[in-house]
């Protein structure tokens, strides 16, 4: 029998995303418990490791990355960036063992139902899905394929923030059936925000969604490092499968394998 190795690039698909410098000293201080003034001389301060932070100089240096920060905050450059890799020569550069280029899945978000939204997210019913639905007609779909992302919502409706609970997301239901009644289409796939499940998600995705590509486990990973995904709060896969295999999930334990049938 012959063996095949199958990649499935799977992205989180949030439109576009802005971020001022006091909007990452707020990041800085959730992870770290780092409180400075929020400056770009104190920014370049950090990335040039010229204040003492007990330790954890070189963490905040990758933390701080320039890279990690040169964020796509307008359709333009999200627009600029697609048409560099859904282009033939991107896509063939590496082909498959079959000749066929590389493979994209969408994981669309949708916005919705926010008070507060300092990072300029694109907020409405379907907009995100549809963009890429006319970028994919543009460029030509090969095999990619569109699927579904959420956040739970936020406790303060601020749409730079992810809840964690689905039971308490009245948005939930929202998006799907407008999906459906808008635009005839339900997802079989889908991507936890934050890649953050709870029990309340677990039973969710049983009942409506057959897979699942939330499973984030790394070996050795060491969460406890920030200070706000501490004890299991965000991420949490500690107890699933490092390899990324599929399986059934357990229906009291979504990171153990069990008798579920997603």
Known sequence: MEKIVYIVH???TEGPLYE???????????????????TFANLQKLRHREIFLNGLEDKIVEFLDPSLQNYNDSWDKIDLMLSKILSNDFRFKFCDSFSGGWVYNWFCLDHVGYDYNPRR??????????????????????????????HPMSHYKEAHRAGKSYEHSETL????????????????????????????????????????????AVE??????????????????RRAPSDWRIYHP????????GCCHR
């Not at 410098?21 to 201080?29: C, V």
């Not at 907020?123 to 007609?137: A, F, K, Q």
């Not at 079989?188 to 677990?202: I, K, L």
Request: overall charge negative; glycine content about 4%; proline content about 3%.
């Open 10 to 12: 799977a992205v989180d």
């Open 121 to 150: 997210r694109d907020m409405g019913y379907h907009n995100i899905h549809d963009r890429y639905i006319e970028l994919l007609d543009k460029y030509g779909k090969y095999k990619d394929d569109i699927q579904w992302h959420f």
């Open 250 to 257: 357990d229906f009291y334990d979504y990171q153990k394998e």
């Open 20 to 38: 001022s410098t006091e909007a990452t000293f707020e990041r800085l201080k959730s992870s770290f418990n780092i409180e400075l003034e929020p």
């Open 220 to 237: 050795n990973e060491n969460k406890e490092q920030y200070r706000d995904q501490r004890n299991g709060q965000a991420g949490d896969w």
């Open 173 to 216: 239901y929202q998006i799907l059936s407008r999906r459906i009644i808008d635009r005839n289409f339900f997802p079989s796939v889908f991507r936890a925000g934050c890649v953050t499940e709870r029990p309340d998600a677990n039973w969710f995705l049983e009942q409506w969604i057959p897979f699942d590509c939330s499973n984030f």
